[in-house]
T-cell receptor, first 113, second 118 residues
Framework: AQSVAQPEDQVNVAEGNPLTVKCTYSVSGNPYLFWYVQYPNRGLQFLLKYITGDNLVKGSYGFEAEFNKSQTSFHLKKPSALVSDSALYFC???????????FGAGTRLTVKP | GAVVSQHPSRVICKSGTSVKIECRSLDFQATTMFWYRQFPKQSLMLMAT?????????EQGVEKDKFLINHASLTLSTLTVTSAHPEDSSFYICSIGTSGGSSYNEQFFGPGTRLTVL
């Protein structure tokens, strides 16, 4: 069965600095990988996904993620963080042979002015 | 974290019938629950936000009369797909939102329910 891990419960960065939110995964086949963001009092919102193709995926709000097969990672990145990026971020994985999706526990990103 | 269960995990039904999916928070009183839908080879999409004791808030494009949500208690929310059609076949996931004294509603997800409408 597929699984995903987000090793950091919380990430703190200063506004204007680059940010990285880590995600590693485990699947038996080829992975479909996703990042979602949750703002206060809202449901999850889709940010970006990797299905196939270029390892660097660009998504909403200036976020991008890099698929690294050898390290089984899909870290979320942004070159310059904004205070408004403060939210909960969830990584998710789905085996392309199995539509069941598994989510990480979430990482709380706090961007300070 | 909180434990969320969904029942059933898989259901197959005939076109025109209604199907009820339960989402239970096993160890946490959830004032807010979320319902998501995932189409094959697509990402998750938020359908509605379910608040205990009040009407659910549906996302744009989601038919509230077709997807009935009831959140009658702090541990149970139900999603009823009424007059199901094959295009309703999908993977439905619920999650609970916790307050925990922070400014965020952390979410814990159920395992999902796979609905197949024949």
């Amino acid at each position: 069965a597929q699984s995903v891990a987000q090793p950091e419960d919380q990430v703190n960065v200063a506004e204007g600095n680059p940010l990285t939110v880590k995600c590693t995964y485990s699947v038996s086949g080829n992975p479909y990988l996703f990042w979602y963001v949750q703002y206060p009092n809202r449901g999850l919102q889709f940010l970006l996904k990797y299905i196939t193709g270029d390892n660097l995926v660009k998504g909403s709000y200036g976020f991008e993620a890099e698929f690294n097969k050898s390290q089984t990672s899909f870290h979320l990145k942004k070159p310059s963080a904004l205070v408004s990026d403060s939210a909960l971020y969830f990584c998710a994985v789905r085996d392309n042979d199995n539509n069941d999706m598994r989510f990480g526990a979430g990482t709380r990103l706090t961007v300070k002015p | 974290g909180a434990v969320v269960s969904q029942h059933p995990s898989r259901v197959i039904c005939k076109s025109g019938t209604s199907v009820k999916i339960e989402c239970r928070s096993l160890d946490f009183q959830a004032t807010t629950m979320f319902w998501y839908r995932q189409f094959p080879k697509q990402s998750l999409m938020l359908m509605a936000t379910s608040n205990e004791g009040s009407k659910a808030t549906y996302e744009q494009g989601v038919e509230k009369d077709k997807f009935l949500i009831n959140h009658a208690s702090l541990t149970l929310s139900t999603l009823t797909v009424t007059s199901a059609h094959p295009e309703d076949s999908s993977f439905y996931i619920c999650s609970i939102g916790t307050s925990g004294g922070s400014s965020y509603n952390e979410q814990f997800f159920g395992p999902g329910t796979r609905l197949t409408v024949l």
